[in-house]
């Protein structure tokens, strides 16, 4: 059974761009996370969607956006990018939402900004 | 912000000896969960504890949680050159979204 998937694998935009990454989770899972990952530092957390509807949001700007499909896989879109944007950007399934859930990782997105 | 401090940043110690990560936070909690990420890519699962657990094993790992003194501890037995990596804690909120801390990066040397 494949695990969950992201593409693509790395990406290199430029100030001012758009960018849009994807994340097919794992089959049976509804719930799909998004996290930037910084280097050196552990995963911010930045939107979960459960069954397409937006269940959390982290402490990012209006810039960050995000949607879940039918199948549930998901899209993460950034506009006008910064600097500060490059990161690894991961993707994470679960069963379903709420407590003691084990998230499953896929092996990100790595978005350099110049 | 990121919730969790792991303690120590790096740890290098000799293939067979036991390793120990400490993770502090700062809420109250759901529960925590320890993964594990390899050269900088996706993360992986190890272990769950509730916050109403004081210890768990799976394997070579042993966790420990304080609810009171809002702390947590990895103990890795036998260490292995394949654990080499970056351990994270990440603390469930009531919201049930994950916080995480800045990560120790175990270093295992043959």
């Known amino acids: 059974d494949a695990g969950v998937t992201q593409s693509p694998t790395h990406l290199i935009k430029t100030r001012g761009q758009q960018v849009t990454l994807r994340c097919s989770p794992i089959?049976?899972?509804?719930?799909v996370s998004w996290y930037q990952q910084v280097l050196g530092q552990g995963p911010q957390f930045i939107f979960q969607?459960?069954?397409?509807?937006?269940?959390g949001r982290g402490n990012f700007p209006d810039r960050f956006s995000a949607r879940q499909f039918p199948n549930y896989s998901s899209e993460l879109n950034v506009n006008a990018l910064l600097l500060g944007d490059s990161a690894l950007y991961l993707c994470?399934?679960?069963?379903?939402?709420?407590?003691?859930?084990?998230?499953?990782f896929g092996p990100g997105t790595r978005l350099t900004v110049l | 912000s990121q919730q969790g401090e792991e303690d120590p940043q790096a740890l290098s110690i000799q293939e067979g000896e036991n390793a120990t990560m400490n993770c502090s936070y700062k809420?109250?909690?759901?529960?925590l969960q320890w993964y594990r990420q390899n050269s900088g890519r996706g993360l992986v699962h190890l272990i769950l504890?509730?916050?109403n657990e004081r210890e768990k094993h799976s394997g070579r790992l042993r966790v420990t949680l304080d609810t009171s003194k809002k702390s947590s501890s990895l103990l890795i037995t036998a260490s292995r050159a394949a654990d080499t990596a970056s351990y994270f804690c990440?603390?469930?909120?009531?919201?049930?979204?994950?916080?995480w801390g800045a990560g120790t990066k175990l270093i295992i040397k043959p």
């Open positions: 969607y459960y069954e397409k509807e937006e269940r």
């Open positions: 089959s049976g899972h509804k719930s």
């Open positions: 504890i509730r916050s």
């Open positions: 809420t109250s909690i759901n529960n």
């Open positions: 990440a603390t469930e909120d009531s919201n049930y979204q994950l916080i």
């Open positions: 994470a399934s679960s069963l379903v939402e709420g407590r003691y859930n084990e998230q499953f």
